[in-house]
């Protein structure tokens, strides 16, 4: 299959990418390298440098390279940065979904993996969470994928589009080849081993007095190759069916000073840890359910244990110690 995948010189796209490749599909990447990494795009994908909102550029990659379906990741992802300035993730996340989607009807592509997010439900009702728990998101991050949603379901009614999105939490780990490589960073994991390898001094703790088992938020962590693979069985799916929503998790939480504590045993270095105020839009809380995708597609995470998750990570970030040269 010919497949466009926005977004896929980022972190999580880049390792779909290898996947799909690995798959036996023609895999196109489009992605401005505003946060990707042109080293991180495999070396049998097309590259296409250039922005979603770029209209005609959009247009003529969907039809040149004939694509069949699309995996959309391209997206500001930062939950603490939307409450500071979230009309900026409204344009990125929400505007220009709308403008890839647009395209893909005037392409023909009536198939899309959207890569959605755990922070659709906010303060979540239970845990673990359920794909049909009510959506009520904390933060602009949160919102604007959530309206994300809503569009792919009036074009599924209106227009024939078949979707998944998948709800994730906290993607984590590497393979052997790709790893996380923000600027600057702000995920936990990566943070947490920049102090390990001598980067940074400390780590900051965002809240102690969450209802949480320790005092710090608790999150639920899934390796970014598990994750890789249930967007390709995702893909897969929805050539024959409508529409799916899965959330996308270990279904075990662990909080932050766990994750410290796992990476102080990984990594064999002491992590200081300094205790500031909590976020604007941080639930205590998220750690999902993934019944549904084992049920009905047959998926399971491999890597769900976070000394696993955290010693790819490591392993990756010790070969590539300034990350990806390009």
């Given amino acids: 299959m010919r497949i466009l995948v926005t977004g896929g010189a980022g972190y999580i796209g880049s390792v779909v990418v290898a996947e799909l490749v690995r798959a036996g599909h023609n895999v196109t990447v489009y992605d401005n390298l505003?946060?990707?990494?042109?080293?991180?795009?495999?070396?049998?994908?097309?590259?296409?440098?250039?922005?979603?909102?770029?209209?005609?550029t959009l247009d003529r990659c969907l039809t040149e390279n004939k694509i069949e379906a699309v995996m959309h990741f391209a997206a500001s992802i930062e939950a603490g940065e939307s409450m500071k300035f979230p009309?900026?993730?409204?344009?990125?996340?929400?505007?220009?979904?709308?403008?890839?989607?647009?395209?893909?009807?005037?392409?023909?592509?009536?198939?899309?993996?959207?890569?959605?997010?755990?922070?659709?439900?906010?303060?979540?009702?239970?845990t673990p969470i359920?794909?049909?728990?009510?959506?009520?998101?904390?933060?602009?991050?949160?919102?604007?994928?959530?309206?994300?949603?809503?569009?792919?379901?009036?074009l599924n009614r209106i227009h024939g589009l078949r979707y998944a999105s998948l709800r994730y939490f906290n993607a984590a780990g590497a393979t052997p080849e790709l790893g996380e490589a923000h600027d600057p960073e702000t995920h936990l994991i990566p943070l947490v081993l920049q102090v390990a390898a001598g980067k940074r001094?400390?780590?900051?703790?965002?809240?102690?007095?969450?209802?949480?088992?320790?005092g710090s938020c608790v999150r639920d962590y899934i390796h970014v190759l598990d994750l890789a693979k249930a967007h390709v069985l995702a893909l897969n799916a929805i050539q024959t069916r409508d529409k799916l929503v899965y959330n996308i998790g270990?279904?075990?939480?662990?909080?932050?000073?766990?994750?410290?504590?796992?990476?102080?045993?990984?990594?064999?270095?002491?992590?200081?840890?300094?205790?500031?105020?909590?976020?604007?839009?941080?639930?205590?809380?998220?750690?999902?359910?993934?019944?549904?995708?084992?049920?009905?597609?047959?998926?399971?995470?491999?890597?769900?244990?976070?000394?696993?998750?955290?010693?790819?990570?490591?392993?990756w970030h010790r070969r590539n110690p300034n990350g990806y040269s390009k």
């Fill in 250 to 315: 270990n279904g075990a939480g662990f909080s932050v000073r766990q994750v410290v504590e796992a990476a102080r045993r990984v990594t064999g270095h002491p992590i200081p840890i300094i205790e500031a105020p909590r976020r604007s839009g941080d639930p205590a809380v998220l750690v999902a359910s993934s019944d549904k995708i084992r049920n009905e597609l047959g998926w399971h995470p491999t890597f769900a244990d976070p000394e696993t998750i955290i010693s790819d990570a490591w392993d």
């Fill in 201 to 214: 001094e400390s780590i900051s703790i965002f809240g102690a007095d969450y209802p949480t088992v320790d």
């Fill in 130 to 154: 359920k794909e049909t728990d009510t959506l009520r998101p904390t933060n602009a991050y949160g919102e604007s994928k959530l309206l994300a949603e809503r569009m792919l379901e009036w």
């Fill in 87 to 126: 009309e900026q993730f409204f344009r990125n996340n929400t505007a220009n979904t709308l403008g890839l989607l647009e395209a893909m009807l005037r392409a023909g592509v009536r198939s899309i993996v959207f890569s959605s997010t755990a922070a659709l439900y906010g303060e979540p009702e239970r």
């Fill in 34 to 56: 505003s946060r990707g990494h042109r080293g991180a795009v495999h070396a049998e994908a097309q590259l296409a440098v250039a922005d979603l909102a770029d209209t005609n």
